[in-house]
């Protein structure tokens, strides 16, 4: 009689998870999904891990410059060249 393997953690959620949603798992993925989910939860127990001062402030929003020079930028700003390529 074989034994099945020892069950992870993250077994059920991802049965329970992917019959939510009706996404379909094929048993070859399982493991390697199964692996992501192991390393995303060490990554949010650092994430979660780190005490905060309280008086730490929230960083700034980011907000990505535009990929094209800005009017009146002079020819030495970085964006989009004519040929489509950058000249950053």
């Known amino acids: 009689m074989s034994e099945s393997p ?7 959620w991802l049965d329970h998870a992917a019959a939510l949603i009706a996404l379909p798992i094929a048993e070859a993925h399982r493991p390697g999904v ?27 929003v980011f907000r990505p410059a535009s990929p094209v020079a800005e009017p009146g ?14 000249d950053a």
């Open 6 to 12: 020892p069950e992870q953690p993250h077994d059920h």
């Open 73 to 86: 930028a002079g020819p030495d700003a970085p964006g989009i060249d004519a040929s489509g390529g950058s």
């Open 34 to 60: 199964i692996h992501y989910l192991n390393i995303a939860t060490r990554m949010a127990e650092l994430v979660f891990g780190l005490a905060l001062d309280t008086k730490a402030q929230p960083a700034p």
